[in-house]
């Protein structure tokens, strides 16, 4: 089974910002985790395709599993767990959001990923959830982090300055991130 599972975000891999330094960090402490590549593309990148990765896994997913996800990530993660009755540990959402970002290119992939009105229900589904919210985030406005947040029952943490919570805004780690993790252990 897996402990922790991490997902990245559009356009992106499991190689970049800080998923490869927390995959380690956690490996180290002797977890077992899972952070699979995604289809990304114009037209490949959507939930159904998506969804068809995390199914091969399902199996190794069980309650105590926790998901880590950066950006489009918590919407996927969200709408998975919903629709298959997954129960898991905690969620652990970095920079999310549920809803267009009004930048295009992103609209247009990410729009397949919003798929329901009533996200409220994730509760019955995990132990907790906790979003990570920057203050200067380019791409994803800070108010739809925050509705998104208020959406699923989440404890908010604002940090400020940390962009994107990517390697642009200096984000190669995420020792904020790691401690809280450890600690709900």
Same mark, same amino acid.
């Given at each position: 089974m897996f402990d922790y599972v991490i997902v990245h975000?559009?356009?992106?891999?499991?190689?970049?910002?800080?998923?490869?330094?927390l995959f380690q960090r956690l490996s180290e402490a002797g977890k077992n985790v899972l952070a699979p590549q995604f289809p990304c593309g114009n037209e490949i990148q959507n939930y159904t395709n998506w969804s068809k990765v995390m199914d091969v896994y399902k199996d190794y997913i069980s309650k105590e599993t926790s998901f880590i996800g950066h950006s489009l990530a918590p919407a996927f993660i969200t709408d998975y767990i919903l629709n298959n009755s997954l129960q898991v540990k905690n969620l652990y959402?970095?920079?999310?959001?549920?809803? $267009?970002? /009004? &930048?295009?290119?992103?609209?247009?992939?990410?729009?397949?990923?919003?798929?329901?009105?009533? $996200?409220? /229900? &994730?509760q019955n589904f995990v132990k907790s959830i906790t979003c990570y919210i920057s203050t200067t985030d380019p791409y994803v406005p800070n108010q739809l982090s925050v509705d998104f947040a208020d959406n699923i029952g989440a404890n908010k943490v604002f940090v400020e300055n940390s962009g994107h919570f990517n390697k642009a805004a200096g984000y190669t780690h995420f020792e904020q991130l790691l401690e809280k993790v450890m600690k709900d252990e």
């Amino acid at each position: 089974m897996f402990d922790y599972v991490i997902v990245h975000g559009s356009y992106g891999t499991p190689f970049e910002n800080w998923f490869p330094w927390l995959f380690q960090r956690l490996s180290e402490a002797g977890k077992n985790v899972l952070a699979p590549q995604f289809p990304c593309g114009n037209e490949i990148q959507n939930y159904t395709n998506w969804s068809k990765v995390m199914d091969v896994y399902k199996d190794y997913i069980s309650k105590e599993t926790s998901f880590i996800g950066h950006s489009l990530a918590p919407a996927f993660i969200t709408d998975y767990i919903l629709n298959n009755s997954l129960q898991v540990k905690n969620l652990y959402f970095v920079a999310p959001f549920y809803g $267009l970002i /009004n &930048i295009p290119d992103f609209d247009k992939v990410n729009s397949p990923f919003f798929i329901y009105n009533d $996200l409220k /229900n &994730i509760q019955n589904f995990v132990k907790s959830i906790t979003c990570y919210i920057s203050t200067t985030d380019p791409y994803v406005p800070n108010q739809l982090s925050v509705d998104f947040a208020d959406n699923i029952g989440a404890n908010k943490v604002f940090v400020e300055n940390s962009g994107h919570f990517n390697k642009a805004a200096g984000y190669t780690h995420f020792e904020q991130l790691l401690e809280k993790v450890m600690k709900d252990e």
